[in-house]
Every structure is written in C-alpha cells, then in structure tokens.
C-alpha cells in the first residue's frame, strides 16, 4: 500500500516500518497496511518522526495496542501489540 | 524526563484541549437546529429570495456562519497544529475567539430576523473581531509551517477570502444603516461567493487532501491535481469577485467555467483517493459527501444559469440554497460525523483510559435518522424553489429540522462517551493503551 519504496524488515523484536519523511496520511497507511498482512505477526515497531495520534483509533478498533518505546534522536518509536500482549 | 516521554510532550501540545474544538462544534450543532428552523419561519419568502433583511437572510447567516463556519474554525484549531507541527503559541485566544464569535452570530441572526439594525451592527462587529481572531491564529500557525505546503496554501487563500469577506460583509452591514454602496446586489454576490467559494469552499477543498484519505486509508492523491484545482480555483474567485462587484457578465462566466475546472480536478483527487484505498467498506459519511460532491459542481452550473437567466425566476435562491446547503452543508455533515468520533476516540486515548470505538460511535440510530431526513429536505426545500411552492420548502425544512435535532442527539452521545472514559493509573514510561 502507497507509493515509494518498502521500508520494512524483520528482526528478533518483531516486524520494523519506517514511515520518517513520508507526509500524511501515508505513515497511518503504510502502518495499518502491515499490521493487517497475515505474514506480519504481533508485534511490530514503527519509527517514525511525530507522534501518529490519528493512528491511535485505527489502532483500537483492530484490537492492537501502542506503548512508546526508546528510538534515535528526533524519532519517536513505537512499539505495537496485537491484543493485550 | 526519558526521550521518548520529552517527544510525546512535544506532540500532545499540539493536541488541544477537546473543549476547544468541542465547544465550536457544539455550537455548530445547536445553529443547525436554528438554521432550519429559521428556514421554516422563512419558508414563503425562501424562493424569491435574492437579498436583503429578513428571515431568509437570518436562516442563511445562521447556517453560514453558526454552522459551516464554527465548525471550520474548530477543526483548523484541532487539526493545522498537529498537521503542522507547529503548536499554537497559546491557547487562551481560542477561547476569545469562541466568545466573540458565537455571540456575535446569535446577534447577527436576531438582528437579521427582527430587523433590528443596532443589534445586528453590534453582531456584525462581534462575528468580525472573532473571525479576525481566528484568522490571525491561523495564519500565525500556517507562517511557522514547513511542510503540508497544499493544505497549507489552501489556509491562506480561505484567510485572504475571509478577509476580503469581512471586509465587504461590514459594508454590506453599514449599508443597510446608511445607503453607502453604489450597488449592494452586487458587494452581496462578491461576499456570497468570497464566504461560500473562497473562505469555506478553500478550507473544505484543503482539508479534504488530508482527511479523506485518512478517513479511507489511501495514499495522498496526486499532489500536481490539487496544485491545478487550487490554481484555477483562484482564478475563479479573482474572476468572480472582480465580476460581480463591475456587474461583468463574461468574468462571472469565465469564473463559473474555473470553478467547474477546480471541481473536475478536485473531484478527480478525490476519485483517485477513493480508489486506492484500503478500507473497502465506506460508512454512512461517504454518502453525504459523495452527494456534496456532486453538488459542488451542480452550484455552478445553476450559477452559470442564474447569470445568463436559464436557472428560471428562482434561480438566485436555488444557486445559494444548493451551494450553502447542498454542497458545504452536506459536505461538512458528512466530515463531522467522522471526525467527531475520531476526535473523541483521540482524546479518550490521551487520557489513557480505554477508548471508545469510533464504529461504536458511529453505527447508531441518530446517523441513520439524520440521513434519512437531510437527503430528502434537500429534495424538497430545492423542489419548493424552483416550483416557488412555500410549503414545500416549509415541508423540507421541517425535515431538516428533524435531521438536525438527530445530529444533535449524535454529539450528545460522542461527548458523553469521550467524557465518561475513565482516566488509567500513570504507568511508568510513555505508553498508551489503543485498545483491548
């Protein structure tokens, strides 16, 4: 979903989306985009470079939850959860 | 104070307080109920409505202003901030803002309605000091920003119309006093087209690059048909403008045949949107903004036949019934009652409690009732004038009213909701639940 290239990779914390330097509402969209493919899991890690309030309904109303996590400076990362893990 | 935590401090000071945008919503809601029921106080002069002091002017202003205005000023300081990036610099003058403005409007309409010139003077000084307010928040918020650059000069072009809307809605004021324009038709179809086209149209044409592919889930559409849908829809409002206050019939027609052009490439933005998106199910809101789609473009051809006398005696009041009702109200029906809940929802999780859903908001009853009277008092208030039949336009207008005591209802329930969520415990951290 969206243009431009694909910037996910998996690793041992779970599935990583960068989303910095796209404009609205493409972070959101790429995001939802992931956490709804079958192969992504139930954990994934977003980095992006503001806090994504918008997504946090959209969050919701798939059951997945959001905490923030530590990231690079200027990042803002975070960590979500399928269900309540 | 960790990073992550310093970050999120950033960002949710850029996230007002909900009682701002709330209370102009609020507003909103409570002059769409006035509105239509000053429509059907209205109803028999309604359809050879072209202009001057009355109900039918008091039921447009309420509309206009108590409505599509309040509602605009509330999601500008909602959303630019946060779109932006840039917080405002204080908070304390949208509250002035709310203060004047609403007053003001209340004012305006009895004064209108009543023809009590006092009163709507006082109105007007209030409405304008407000939206002068507003106008410099905005602008101040749209200076420091440095990205977003087509929402961004859709701000400025809607803080020029409205400025040059003021400006000339004061004229239009004082001239009722004292004679002072040398033709008040004309000054009152320049504020109509700067208030619908310019101040409002620009806002709804602006917000719409951003929030419907958020509401849909779709990329951005491509930014070179908003860059040509802004571009000529400048032209348009230059056009028109200039038009109407010289009485030149070939610029009001060149602006209509760019604003039509403005339409084709907004709508095709919209349509490439809705075609790439990810959510495949669209709610009930999609229908009121697939019909104000089509009204936009419907507005300017019956402007087009006002002006050369093919949209028959009534064609004044069908151009300003279809473009303030049918395309800005309907539009912005549809965009309230998904970004209310949105909102609620956004707010709630800030709170860190559980979060209502914002499907839960939004499949209920009063949507459904809403929709079920708004189509057909569109129907039939435009039915009444073009036929010059008043009781079908009071028929319709009772409807509307209907719908918007339903609408009402609707906010009631998302405020309720949104303030009855409980706040959670402070955890350790900067962690939100989104839900479950």
Known sequence: ?85 | MSLAASFLGGARSRLLPPSIPFRFFGAAIVFHVAAWLALVMAADEVPGFSGGLGMPLAALHLLTLGVLAATAIGAAFQLLPVATRQPLTAVWPTRLAFWLFVPGVLAMGHGMGAIHLPVLAAGGGLVSTGLVVFALITAGNLRRAKDLRLVAAHGWVAVAALAAMLALGLMLVADFHAALLPDHGAAALAHLILAGYGFMGMLALGFSHILVPMFVLSPAPPTWLGRTQLLLSILGLVLGVVGALAGNTPLLAAAGLSGLAAAAAYLGAMAVALKTRMRKRLDLSFAFMAVAWLMLPVSLILGLGTLFGRAGGNGPALFGFVLVVGWLLTFLLGVLQRIMPFLASMHASKRGGKPPLVSELMSGLPLRVLAACHFPALALVAAGIALDHGATVRAGAVLGTAGALAFAWFGAIVIRRMTATPRAAPKPGAAGPAGG
């Open chain 1, 1 to 85: 979903m969206g243009t431009g290239p694909d910037r996910s990779w998996r690793a041992a914390d779970g599935v990583h989306v960068d989303v910095r330097g796209l404009g609205p509402p493409e972070p959101m969209v790429r995001i939802l985009a992931l956490i709804e493919a079958p192969e992504t899991g139930d954990v994934v890690i977003a980095h992006l470079d503001r806090e994504p309030i918008y997504l946090y309904p959209e969050l919701a109303e798939r059951g997945w939850r959001h905490a923030i996590v530590a990231g690079d400076p200027g990042e803002v990362r975070l960590r979500l959860t399928r269900g309540g893990g």
